[in-house]
């Protein structure tokens, strides 16, 4: 909660505004940082603002954007720069930009230099320090910066959910593993775990207002429970999160591969509310390029997780990130990660193109591929995954699954939710149905998703 004095000081000064003050937070990029912005709006709202889509009306607007590849940095820093005619129009008008791209030192330099406008920087991790900053604009400060990315978030920190039956859960923040290709471990911190009793206190919160799904989020979850001071890991805060008793399922990412064991698997499959889908990122089925990665596993380490849990359950679900054209990746290393995709036959893929990170190791190795051979191993990763799923989908026909009806489908008007495997599915049901965890048969499949009918 802000600071009391700091908060009446920013009380008096909305007050003289003469409309009712408003706020505007738009997040980019990874589901953490959505989760951080629906505390940044929690923030803004305690203090007196009301929350608004249209940035043109906004007394603060905040992007809380992402670090992790350059080409969506770019697109912020174009839709940063075209808050500035919104700036001339309303002097008073806060711009801040926030989120892991904030603590980047390149990003301030370029701020300073060329968006003079943007008058708070907010580094992940220092959101709390967002009313003090916001005050020191208000006394006439030309740039308020906080950065931090040391400790946990303020546990009483307010939260505007964007959702009612679905709510994302940080267990931990940071990260260790140093991926040569990877930004993160620089702009958000080493790892540290939530204690599991306000993780507990949170998700029992979530499910007696009557939430449906539960997201546990953290850039490597396996390695959940390091450093506190009663031993804990990820399986054992999972036990502890599934005996709640309730209507409810739970979905967790991200896993690194080299921390996720057979307890884990056990865990989920002996469980009464985890989902049967582990997102596992392999990022390349080369053993040279995982180890220029930093990776540390090899590709058969990694199948033996997927073999270990299609032993125990064939249906069960994985997905996957993958990068494409690292520097030292060859056509011959990228046939090695064809041959994953073949075999492991991931339920969805989240592909990306190499983009290089200034300050991490991998931006310092030549690159061997051209962008025309990177563009084609990506087309012919797309089209085979298409065809791959089409066909591995079929296992679900005539069966009856269990799915979170999340949305309609604006162009079909279906209802739209995840299998217990993660797989997307599409039903007809009315408007009551969303946010219901619906029993459905599997008449249909298609390369993206399957078709059913409610039981
Ligand atoms: N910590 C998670 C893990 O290791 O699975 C993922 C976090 S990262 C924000 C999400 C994904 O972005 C990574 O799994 C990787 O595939 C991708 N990524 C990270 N850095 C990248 C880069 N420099 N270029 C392209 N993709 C990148
Ligand atoms: Fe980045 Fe690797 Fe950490 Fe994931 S595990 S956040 S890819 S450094």
Same mark, same amino acid.
């Given at each position: ?276 889908? +582990?997102?596992?990122? @392999?990022?390349? *089925? ?9 990776? #540390?596993? !090899?590709?058969? $380490? ?120 993660? +797989?997307?599915?599409? @039903?007809?049901? *009315? ?9 459905? #048969?599997? !008449?249909?499949? $298609? ?9």
């Amino acid at each position: 909660m802000a600071d009391q004095q700091i908060r009446e000081e920013i009380r008096a000064v909305l007050e003289t505004f003469s409309h009712s003050p408003k706020a505007h937070v738009q997040s980019f990029g990874c589901q953490l940082n959505f989760c951080d912005g629906e505390k940044y709006k929690g923030i803004l709202q305690d203090l007196g603002y009301e929350l608004t889509d249209t940035p043109e009306e906004a007394d603060v607007i905040l992007f809380n954007a992402c670090a992790v590849r350059a080409h969506a940095e770019s697109r912020v820093i174009g839709r940063l720069g075209a808050l500035k005619a919104i700036r001339e129009k309303n002097p008073r008008l806060v711009v801040g930009l926030c989120g892991c791209m904030a603590e980047e030192q390149a990003v301030r330099d370029l701020l300073k230099k060329s968006y003079p406008f943007v008058n708070l920087v907010l580094g992940a991790g220092a959101m709390e320090r967002l009313p003090e900053s916001l005050m020191a604009v208000y006394r006439g400060q030309k740039r308020a910066e906080a950065l931090a990315f040391a400790g946990l978030p303020d546990e009483t920190l307010p939260t505007v959910r964007e959702s009612t039956f679905q709510a994302s859960v940080p267990v931990m923040y940071g990260c260790n593993n140093f991926c040569t290709y990877c930004i993160v471990p620089y702009v958000r911190g080493r790892e540290r775990s939530r204690t599991p009793e306000a993780i507990e206190a949170e998700v029992r919160g979530l499910i007696a207002n009557g939430c449906r799904e539960i997201l546990l989020l953290g850039q490597n979850v396996n390695s959940y429970g390091r450093g506190l001071e009663t031993e804990m890991n990820f399986p054992a805060l999972l036990r502890r999160l599934d005996a709640i008793p309730g209507d409810y399922i739970i979905r967790f990412m991200s896993s690194h591969p080299k921390d996720a064991t057979p307890e884990l698997i056990d865990t989920m499959l002996d469980s009464e509310h985890i989902e049967h889908h +582990l997102h596992l990122p @392999v990022q390349s *089925g080369s053993d040279a390029v995982l180890k220029a990665m930093n990776r #540390r596993y !090899t590709a058969e $380490k990694y199948l033996t997780m997927i073999d270990y849990a299609r032993a125990k359950a064939p249906d069960f679900g994985f997905s996957s990130d993958l990068i494409v054209g690292f520097p030292t990746e060859t056509d011959a290393d990228f046939e090695e990660t064809m041959r994953i995709i073949e075999y492991v036959k991931y339920d969805n893929l989240y592909t990306f193109i190499y983009s290089r990170r200034d300050g991490t190791p991998a931006a310092e190795m030549p690159q061997v591929s051209t962008e025309e051979q990177i563009a084609a191993r990506m087309a012919r990763l797309l089209a085979r995954q298409k065809e791959i799923c089409e066909k591995w989908n079929a296992r679900f026909l005539g069966k009856t699954v269990r799915m979170l009806a999340e949305k309609r489908s604006p162009e079909t008007g279906l209802l739209l939710g995840k299998t217990r495997e993660g +797989l997307v599915i599409e @039903v007809p049901g *009315g408007e009551s149905d969303i946010g219901s965890l619906l029993d459905v #048969r599997v !008449t249909g499949v $298609k390369n993206w998703a399957l078709s059913g009918e409610k039981q």
